[in-house]
């Protein structure tokens, strides 16, 4: 079985507000504001997830290496507590940024 290496990273990022972390995401993303090149170049931004029951928002970001998506990330004030090499799975190619909102947080099976 052939290896590849990552180009997607998932941003582990614990706040006391995850909604208005994904929220700012999703709004850099519409719209930059004038003189912030965001995301730099060479990074994309796929989407986000936010946990308030946690206390945590995950991000989705393609880029060469995971420096470029930590220097990204402090450029617009987004916290980076990790950052996880993935492999995602299905088709979001072409698709706008999306969220996800969970609600309740950890769950205990």
Do not use: K, Q
């Not at 582990?12 to 965001?38: I, M, N, Q, T």
């Amino acid at each position: 079985m052939a290896t590849t290496t990552p180009t997607a990273f998932l941003v582990e990022s614990y706040c006391p507000d995850p909604r208005e972390e994904v929220e700012h995401l999703l709004a850099l993303a519409a719209r930059p504001p004038d003189g912030v090149a965001w995301p730099h170049a060479g990074v994309g931004y796929r989407g986000s997830i936010a946990v308030p029951g946690d206390e945590l928002a995950l991000h989705l970001f393609d880029a060469a290496d995971a420096g470029a998506i930590e220097s990204t990330c402090r450029e617009v004030g987004i916290r980076c507590d990790r950052i996880v090499p993935v492999i995602p799975f299905g088709s979001v190619a072409g698709s706008p940024p999306m969220s996800v909102m969970i609600e309740g947080g950890r769950t205990d099976a």
